[in-house]
């Protein structure tokens, strides 16, 4: 017999059924011949706990997914799992107490690789056992891992095509340079030392402004010359301040410690703005009448040259100013985000780390030697706000241990920016949820791409596969096996460096090719998952069966990642894109709105909520909570609502096998006669089906939790209410009618509700199947039902619609008039404004009374909508009334005595003389209601001992209670 809801003993219940009967595996056996669907699983990075954005994401995923395996799709659910790249490197590093990357050498490099290689692998186990915990289904056993040689082979295959596609060329890039030693130095030839520098905040003038002035601060004042931007955060908030006669611009969090702190002045708060409002905000560079023509040629090339710019990456409010200066040509990420921009690196250094002639007044200057120099003319300019001195570990020569500075120089990149018009061609026939993100937001990120650089000066990453000879010959290898044959060796069983780089090509010029030192840029590890994730290139068959896939699901900042990445990989190698749907969903925020951080405490994982509410409640909660695109506020009493709303869901389970024990009846097929609450929740529920298999099939899964919890909330406040009456003292015929429907709609919500709340619904179903005889092993063996169109009655829909608030409007004036809703009223006279309203409550008039326990209702044009009740009680209303406040009573009594619905009793009400007159008239009622083989009623005293006995009080009026179980 099942028990109160325990989401947390039921899902564990049920996690052992699905793995200890393989129920995943074999739903997908069964799919097998049926029709393919790719779904791409946008691999989430192996940062070790599953963040409620991570769990969001999976559970939209997980929702379509089941749905497609119960309409027989064949589901490519191949898990994936992203692991190269920073956040890895930086955890080894300290979990090592490897302060630099320049000590990696040192630590040892394939070491630092086979540690970063067990933290992925480590953390991915960790995270696969939290998705499943959320229910997910996917292929877990096998998934595809960006630090695999297959995965990686995958990343070569794309650099050899697009090399064949000439879409491959070196290019330049921001790195380090020694002016002493006139040369580039890499990454390995840097020594890094504690040095004191004079760092500055300066004050760069807004265009078209009075007195309003940008505050910039940096620790190389040698580069402001070079400033082509100014750089914020979008997240973050920045206040205009009064300052003096000035208005300064700055981050919100470091006003105070800056504005006062450093600059010690006063300031008032005029304004707060997001950081992302201030972008294309102009300034004038306050080296302008400097380097005019220098700058006005720059400004012809790109306007958005002297122009504050986004990014959240390079951007903190740990220090400084919250507003950092932008030279592209002096910093590997200020390159980067000038890059993004389309702002061409300016640095014009010579060799010798010399300003040449053409910077004006700066020309002969020495890059970073001459800083107090840079300073001291900043000041006399008068944009200088304040020097302060900093420690910090700087970049020095490991030949000649002077400092180096940044020059221009060449990296690889793919070509990319004359496929955006064909890429705009093609994003126009791929489905979007939201329409939006498609149309405007990736339209609009495809008109500004721009050439994509692909590699970085680190360790951990794959291999750059480009083989290069002194003598300026190179080879592109896209293969193991092509690796092999030219290089006429074994390949490592690992490719990552350091293993890679021992094996040489020979050249034609009879020297040896090496593997340039780059590793790719985790992009081109995102970017190729669409064919990797099918084995290709190794095997082709998957490949040519399913490739592109069919759906692919990230949040909102992956426009300008992951969305555009896969694109632009399968664009350059395949010519076509890889998805044809995508579903974008927002960021998750606190109530307020608020990102959520560690710091604010609002940080929530989501352990937090399945242990307490439950995996069901936290993915029916989170897939309906927001629309696409937009943010979900996390609201702890929506998760709570969602949990009673479950609840309900279990208890109208309950009822069913409760009642069908009692009766000793079981749910079948409905054909007999069907009465207006019939036919009203088997259209319901028929329509449920229509519409939630339309939004699946278009992607709009947002919408699918709130269609199917109106129709279970429907069958348990509308049909189940209304059939009370039958359910407790009908014939054997109405019984079996009234629980077959609420069967029939349970169990086909069951289906359509599974793929949001896939624990509750099994754990039903198999009380179902335990109970009933129900032949399928698990719900997920059941086929998606198909709508009934002949039960389909939208009209009568509408009419229960129309009908809802005029029930509620009755129940509040009676509730107003302090009469209960056991004391029936006369009547009602409804006045409507629309026909169409009139006829709904004409029609469902016997609905209205039953709901409202008034024996009249009537319908009226009228020129406004209104009720008139009648509260006025006779004396026939009042003895009803008595009667079921009593009857009430002893069926609570009942229960608590621990009787059964079937258990007869022998009954006795000794009440006063206008008491007893009231309920002698309804004295088979009592009987029927409150299963009474015998019943008295009487103002004695009972002559006989009763087991249970219990005084009340109704209006005023006492009555006792007296009964034994026969």
């Known amino acids: 017999m099942p028990g109160k809801y325990n989401a947390k003993e039921i899902e564990r219940e049920v996690l052992d059924f699905w793995k200890n009967k393989k129920i995943y595996e074999k739903v997908k056996n069964k799919n097998k011949k049926g029709k393919d669907f790719y779904y791409l699983d946008g691999p989430p990075y192996t940062s070790g706990k599953v963040h409620l954005g991570t769990a969001w994401g999976k559970a939209l995923r997980d929702s379509l997914m089941r749905y497609k395996r119960m309409k027989g799709f064949n589901v490519w659910d191949r898990a994936g799992f992203d692991t190269h790249g920073l956040p890895t490197a930086h955890k080894v590093q300290e979990n090592f107490n490897i302060r630099h990357k320049d000590d990696i050498p040192k630590f040892g490099v394939s070491k630092f690789v086979s540690e970063c290689k067990k933290l992925s692998v480590k953390n991915m186990e960790v995270m696969i056992e939290d998705f499943k915990r959320l229910g997910v289904w996917m292929g877990f056993s096998d998934p595809y891992i960006t630090l695999d040689n297959e995965y990686m082979e995958g990343e070569?295959?794309?650099?050899?095509?697009?090399?064949?596609?000439?879409?491959?060329?070196?290019?330049?890039?921001?790195?380090?340079?020694?002016?002493?030693?006139?040369?580039?130095?890499?990454?390995?030839?840097?020594?890094y030392q504690n040095v004191k520098d004079d760092s500055i905040f300066l004050k760069f003038p807004l265009k078209d402004k009075e007195n309003e002035f940008l505050i910039i601060w940096t620790t190389t004042p040698w580069t402001i010359p070079y400033n082509l931007g100014v750089m914020v955060n979008p997240e973050e908030?920045?206040?205009?301040?009064?300052?003096?006669?000035?208005?300064?611009?700055?981050?919100?969090?470091?006003?105070?410690?800056?504005?006062?702190?450093?600059?010690?002045?006063?300031?008032?708060?005029i304004e707060t703005i997001k950081g992302e409002q201030l972008e294309g905000v102009e300034y004038v560079h306050p080296l302008h009448s400097d380097l005019e023509k220098v700058y006005k040629k720059l400004k012809q090339e790109n306007s958005k040259i002297h122009t504050i710019v986004l990014s959240k990456e390079y951007v903190d409010t740990g220090s400084g100013s919250g507003l950092v200066h932008m030279a592209p040509g002096c910093g590997p990420e200020d390159y980067e985000v000038g890059h993004e921009y389309g702002i061409k690196p300016f640095n014009n250094l010579n060799e010798d780390g010399k300003f040449p002639k053409d910077m004006g007044i700066f020309a002969g200057w020495d890059a970073k030697i001459d800083n107090k120099k840079f300073i001291d003319y900043f000041d006399k300019k008068c944009f200088l706000i304040k020097t302060t001195e900093v420690e910090h570990e700087y970049a020095h020569c490991w030949r000649c241990h002077k400092a180096v500075v940044f020059r221009l120089t060449r990296q690889w990149f793919f070509k990319v920016e004359d496929l955006k018009d064909q890429m705009k061609k093609f994003n126009e026939k791929i489905l979007w949820q939201p329409g939006w993100a498609?149309?405007?937001?990736?339209?609009?990120?495809?008109?500004?791409?721009?050439?994509?650089?692909?590699?970085?000066?680190?360790?951990?990453?794959?291999?750059?596969?480009?083989?290069?000879?002194?003598?300026?010959?190179?080879?592109?290898i896209g293969s193991i096996k092509e690796l092999e044959k030219k290089s006429k060796q074994k390949a490592p069983d690992d490719l990552h460096i350091p293993y890679i780089d021992k094996i040489t090509i020979p050249c034609k010029c009879g020297e040896k090719m090496k593997r340039i030192s780059d590793i790719l840029d985790v992009w081109v590890d995102a970017g190729v998952a669409s064919w990797t994730c099918l084995y290709y290139p190794r095997k082709k068959d998957l490949f040519e069966k399913l490739w592109p896939a069919d759906f692919i699901l990230e949040g909102k900042d992956q426009i300008r990642g992951w969305f555009n990445l896969l694109f632009v990989a399968s664009m350059i190698s395949i010519r076509k894109p890889s998805y044809k749907a995508v579903y974008m969903h927002g960021f998750i925020n606190d109530i307020q709105g608020r990102k959520m951080s560690k710091s604010l405490g609002n940080y929530i994982l989501p352990d937090e909520i399945v242990d307490k509410y439950g995996a069901d409640t936290l993915r029916y909660y989170m897939i309906g909570a927001a629309n696409p695109g937009l943010d979900l506020n996390y609201n702890l009493e929506d998760v709570r609502l969602k949990h009673k709303n479950l609840m309900i869901l279990w208890n109208i389970h309950n009822y069913i096998i409760n009642f069908c024990k009692t009766n000793k009846i079981k749910p079948k097929n409905i054909s007999e006669k069907l009465g207006l609450e019939e036919k009203y929740i088997l259209s319901k529920l028929n329509s449920t089906i229509e519409k939630t298999t339309e939004l699946f099939d278009y992607y709009k899964l947002n919408e699918v939790p709130l269609v199917i919890e109106s129709l279970f909330l429907e069958l348990s406040r509308t049909y189940m209410q209304l059939n009370r009456e039958k359910s407790a003292i009908g014939t054997k015929q109405e019984k079996e009618l009234v629980v077959s429907v609420i069967y029939h709609v349970l169990y086909e919500t069951l289906k359509i509700f599974t793929p949001i709340a896939p624990f509750i619904c099994e754990k039903i179903y198999l009380s179902f199947r335990d109970e009933f005889g129900l032949k399928q092993d698990s719900i997920s063996f059941e086929k998606w039902p198909e709508t009934d169109k002949k039960r389909v009655d939208k009209k009568l829909e509408n009419q229960f619609e129309i009908v809802e608030p005029i029930v509620q409007e009755i129940l509040s004036k009676r509730e107003k008039a302090q009469l209960g809703i056991r004391w029936p009223l006369a009547k009602v006279e409804i006045f409507l404004k629309d026909k169409e309203k009139v006829d709904a409550v004409k029609n469902l008039a016997e609905i209205i009374k039953t709901q409202t326990n008034i024996k009249k209702v009537t319908a009226k044009k009228g020129k406004r909508r209104y009720l008139k009740l009648d509260t006025k009680l006779t004396k026939e209303l009042e003895a009803e009334g008595y009667t079921r406040e009593v009857t009430r009573r002893i069926q609570s009594l009942r229960k608590k005595a621990g009787l059964k619905k079937d258990d007869n009793v022998i009954l006795y009400i000794k009440c006063t003389d206008k008491l007893e007159s009231c309920l002698c008239k309804f004295d088979k009622y009592i009987k029927e209601k409150c299963g009474a083989s015998e019943l008295s009623i009487s103002k004695e005293e009972a002559k006989k001992k009763y087991n249970n006995v219990c005084r009340e009080k109704v209006k005023g009026l006492e009555f006792e209670i007296s009964f034994t179980k026969k």
């Open 156 to 191: 070569w295959w794309l650099i050899k095509k697009a090399y064949k596609n000439n879409r491959l060329y070196e290019g330049k890039k921001v790195m380090h340079w020694c002016p002493s030693c006139s040369t580039a130095l890499a990454k390995h030839e840097l020594e």
């Open 438 to 476: 498609g149309s405007r937001q990736f339209d609009s990120w495809l008109d500004n791409l721009r050439d994509n650089s692909i590699t970085r000066q680190r360790y951990w990453g794959c291999p750059v596969p480009i083989w290069k000879c002194k003598c300026g010959n190179y080879e592109v």
């Open 237 to 269: 908030d920045y206040v205009r301040a009064k300052v003096g006669d000035e208005t300064w611009i700055v981050a919100a969090k470091l006003a105070g410690m800056f504005i006062q702190g450093v600059a010690d002045k006063q300031y008032k708060v």
